[in-house]
């Protein structure tokens, strides 16, 4: 199986300030289309997961554009611009490339 | 918009079998191109893919899981199904179904998910 590594598992940050989360791929994520096949998704206190973003950058409808995603290969990383309190929850990213599908071990971002 | 619902029992014993069924609302789980999994987690930890079905009734399960999982897909009541075997405590989860995109990737985007239900193995 591919391995999903996130870092940092845990995050606290200011209203307004930015936040930035990497995941690593044991293996590369880059398919032979050309598309590189990694997700984002936000587990919000008590709900399930929702897509925010797909194919490393692009955003999913109404997600905000606070979130960007960048990356190639097997390094990536999620940035919010200014972190609003509706954007707390753990953040995983999953790999589409190889089955079975596979997700990070997730971050943790709280507001200060 | 495509909405979907997880039931089943909420406590399992042990080395029995784990039903959940996944009803989907507002669409035919028949029409576009998607693909429909199951996903669980485990309380405080992390997601665990654990097998999906198409619509033909093509199916890929988890090879962790594999010996053990069963999904079917029942188009007429726009449902689709899992079974998991010879349950243990370490089944214990909230098991969430989702819609998946298909395409090219060999797992397209997961974008429509269930509120999940929360399943406990315990005699």
């Known amino acids: 199986d591919i391995v999903m590594t996130q870092t940092p598992l845990s995050l606290s940050v200011t209203p307004g300030q930015p936040a930035s989360i990497s995941c690593k791929s044991s293996?590369?994520?880059?398919?032979?289309?050309?598309?590189?096949?990694l997700y984002w998704y936000l587990q919000k206190p008590g709900q399930s997961p929702q897509l925010l973003i797909y194919e490393v950058s692009s955003r999913f409808s109404g997600v905000p554009d606070r979130f960007s995603g960048s990356g190639s290969g097997t390094d990536f990383t999620l940035k919010i611009s200014r972190v609003e309190a509706e954007d707390v929850g753990v953040y995983y990213c999953m790999q589409g490339i190889h089955l079975p599908p596979t997700f990070g071990q997730g971050t943790k971002v709280e507001i200060k | 918009q495509v909405q979907l619902q997880e039931s089943g029992p909420g406590l399992v014993k042990p080395s029995q079998t784990l039903s959940l069924t996944c009803t989907v609302s507002?669409?035919?789980?028949?029409?576009?191109?998607?693909?429909w999994s199951w996903i669980r987690q485990p309380a405080g930890k992390g997601l665990e893919w654990i097998g999906r079905?198409?619509?033909?009734?093509?199916?890929n399960y988890n090879p962790s899981l594999k010996s053990r999982v069963t999904i079917s897909v029942d188009t007429s009541k726009n449902q689709f199904s899992l079974k998991l075997s010879s349950v243990t405590a370490a089944d214990t989860a909230v098991y969430y179904c989702a819609r998946g995109v298909e395409g090219i990737a060999v797992a397209g985007a997961m974008d429509v998910w269930g509120k999940g239900t929360t399943v406990t193995v315990s005699s």
């Open positions: 507002g669409g035919s789980i028949s029409s576009g191109s998607y693909y």
């Open positions: 293996q590369s994520l880059l398919h032979s289309d050309g598309k590189t096949y």
């Open positions: 079905i198409y619509t033909s009734g093509s199916t």
